[in-house]
């Protein structure tokens, strides 16, 4: 038990103070306790911004601990809810059809990125290739849903749908318990919070501080006797199931799916909501994931069409000043502040 | 005759193809076998330089004219791009990937936001010919020999104008050459805007042959950053020639036999294959042979 806890309070995440954890219980239960106050659409916006965390927090994992930069991941966000569409839809009516339906799509992702992984890792291309190649994954999946929108595109009942997107996606069920309004919001924040608490242990434990070292050096780690391909491309490969977690909870939020999904413009929002937050710290990408989700809706649902060009010019200020990202330089501003008072 | 049409055909289809992709690519290799770099706005830089030949186009300036405003117009917009923000990302690849991205979503919903989501099309300039029973676009053999052009012209101003010695100079070594007194700031900024015009310019020239939108771009980036990929970043116009051939000949029979998004599908299988056996690209392969034949000899 204690072992997990240091796990949680390792270095390589911030907030160890009894001051951060209070208000990170704080925090936790203002959300638990938000839909007391709130009416069932708030709370399912909230759920949104909320879904968006486990796709961000695999980049962060990537590209903040991993030195590996992609800008693929609404590609394995896309395949991940297609697969979810397909199988539930087609078990419609059978009670456990969505939990087959997350398994499956959950695995799909993995398989995919375990292929194209494998052709990007073990041939140890140089780091800009990854994002490059990573992208074009994404274009072309999009072209290829976007041009499924003929009846003999259908798997099974289920229709692919084209630009239309796929509808009538069914929402997560457990056995007679099905999640919708108010039961979903606390099924995406039970989930949020435990992929959080996962990554953080990850990036303490052993594997995490391997992560790091390839991070820093990549032939001095392979010296010390790691296999450097391995274990970017098992980085990579979970990333992707990580997306593909935020993926699934989208249509089952939403019930569709369309081809924008993973659309050039869609793929640029994780790496920007990493960036912005900083990408050396998980919470710091979990908060700034959920603001910047906030801020899009926000000002796209007040008519505004310039959302994207604000988030994009967010991003180049952010790159030019913070290149470290804006809460992680604030965090460390308040720690060496700390530190100089003790002296 | 049939049998010479026949030839004509294919040897046209594969043109077209690299000639494609190198148009595509231009702007991108420049930049990267500079600075290395990749600059991920080329798609919407390729999309301003349509939009300018487009807009001049229907205020009834001739074509030619266009493309050439499209170069200048562009490699300004790439000036200032890289006085204002790329000039602080040099030596920092990821952060450079980034910030040019930030540039390409403000560029591309920009245009949405300010032009709207359509704009009227250039018809294709010029007719057909045919040979035998096949017809062939003037177009695009005009293209193909543009591109040519356009090689050459880099070469001879990489190889035989001062600033291409300056230029391969900093490309080679950035200190030993300011320390030669090389304004290696300057080439920079030059090399930057070359790319960015030459962008411009295959958005230009490619624009009659495709609906001109904000998100047009993104036709071009998939094979543009095949092509560099595949080219590798050692020799970059040899990696582009060598790119762009060695692709246009999986993307050709695949596009026809099986039409163009598993035409785009197969570039990027053949470019998974080709950086798994040759992680840096051709042009490094293409390197070390000629280097272990110079010691050879």
């Known amino acids: 038990m204690s072992r997990y806890f240091a796990a949680l309070t390792g270095p390589n995440e911030i907030g160890h103070s009894s001051a951060f954890w209070a208000s990170f219980l704080l925090v936790l239960f203002g959300f638990a306790a938000y839909p007391a106050f709130a009416t069932e659409f708030q709370s399912s916006n909230v759920a949104y911004y909320l879904l968006n965390i486990p796709l961000a927090l695999g980049l962060c994992l990537l590209w903040g601990y991993g030195g590996i930069l992609s800008f693929g991941q609404v590609a394995y966000f896309g395949i991940s809810a297609y697969v979810y569409g397909i199988i539930a839809g087609n078990m419609m009516g059978n009670s456990w059809g969505p939990l087959i339906g997350s398994i499956g799509g959950l695995l799909a992702s993995a398989i995919v990125a375990a292929v194209f992984g494998y052709f990007i890792f073990y041939a140890r291309v140089q780091n800009w290739i990854v994002p490059i190649l990573t992208l074009v994954l994404t ?14 595109w259908r798997v099974g009942v289920v229709q692919l749908g084209g630009y239309n997107g796929m509808t009538g996606i069914p929402s997560f069920q457990l056995g007679d318990l099905v999640f919708f309004g108010y039961s979903f919001y606390y099924y995406v924040l039970v989930v949020v919070v435990l992929t959080y608490f996962a990554c953080r242990m990850l990036v303490n434990s052993n594997i995490g501080r391997v992560l ?31 997306a593909g977690i935020s993926g699934i909870l989208y249509v089952q939020w ?42 899009t809706y926000t000002l796209s649902s007040a008519g505004y069409q310039s959302a994207l060009v604000i988030i994009g010019f967010l991003l180049i200020i952010v790159m030019l000043f913070f290149p470290r990202g804006i809460i992680v330089t604030i965090a460390r501003a308040a720690f060496w502040r700390r530190i100089a008072e003790r002296v | 005759m049939e049998g010479v049409a026949v030839l004509f055909s294919v040897v046209y289809q594969l043109a077209t193809n690299a000639s ?36 001049l186009y229907h205020r009834g300036v001739p074509f030619p004219l266009t493309v050439v405003a499209a170069f200048v117009v562009v490699a300004l917009a790439g000036a200032v791009l890289e006085r204002l923000i790329v000039r602080r990302f040099y030596g920092e690849r990821l952060g450079a990937l980034v910030v040019t991205w930030g540039i390409s ?28 029973q096949y017809s062939f676009s003037v177009y695009w053999l005009i293209l193909t020999a543009v591109t040519a052009l356009l090689i050459v012209a880099l070469g001879l101003l990489y190889n035989w104008t001062t600033i291409g010695l300056y230029a391969r100079a900093t490309m080679q070594k950035p ?61 970059v116009i040899a990696g582009a020639l060598g790119a762009s ?28 294959i080709i950086i798994r056996l040759m992680p840096d690209g051709i042009s490094a392969t293409f390197q070390r042979w000629q280097d272990r034949r110079s010691r050879l000899a």
Do not use: C
């Not at chain 2, 300057?186 to 009659?208: D, E, K, Q, V």
């Not at chain 2, 000949?249 to 197969?266: D, E, R, S, W, Y």
């Open chain 1, 254 to 295: 939403g019930n569709y799916i369309t081809p924008t999904q993973v659309g050039l413009a869609q793929a640029s929002l994780p790496v920007i909501w990493v960036a912005v937050g900083g990408r050396d710290s998980l919470l710091a990408v979990a908060i700034s994931t959920y603001a910047l989700n906030w801020l």
């Open chain 2, 105 to 132: 979503l403000v560029l591309s919903q920009g245009t949405l936001m300010l032009l709207g989501p359509f704009m009227p099309s250039i018809p294709i300039p010029s007719g057909s010919v045919s040979i035998g």
């Open chain 2, 20 to 55: 494609f992709l190198l148009l595509a690519g231009l702007g991108l290799i420049v930049i990267l076998g500079m600075m290395n770099i990749i600059n991920l706005a080329h798609g919407e830089l390729m999309m301003l330089g349509a939009y300018t030949a487009t807009i």
């Open chain 2, 175 to 235: 200190d030993i050459a300011r320390a030669l007194g090389v304004n290696t700031d300057r080439i920079y900024l030059l090399t930057f805007s070359l790319g960015a015009g030459l962008a411009g310019l295959s958005g230009a020239l490619l624009a009659p042959t495709v609906s001109i939108a904000p998100f047009m771009g993104q036709q071009f980036i998939a094979p543009a950053f095949i092509t560099v990929v595949v080219g590798g970043a050692t020799n």
């Open chain 2, 245 to 272: 051939a060695l692709l246009s000949f999986v993307k050709t029979p695949v596009g026809f036999l099986l039409g163009a998004f598993l035409g785009n599908v197969a570039l990027l299988f053949a470019a998974l």
């Open chain 1, 139 to 152: 274009l072309l999946l999009e072209t290829f849903l976007g041009q499924t929108a003929g009846y003999q």
């Open chain 1, 212 to 242: 790091l070292a390839i991070r820093e050096d990549p032939l001095r780690t392979e010296l010390l006797g790691y296999d450097i391909r391995a274990r970017q491309w098992s980085i990579f490969v979970l990333a992707s199931v990580l």
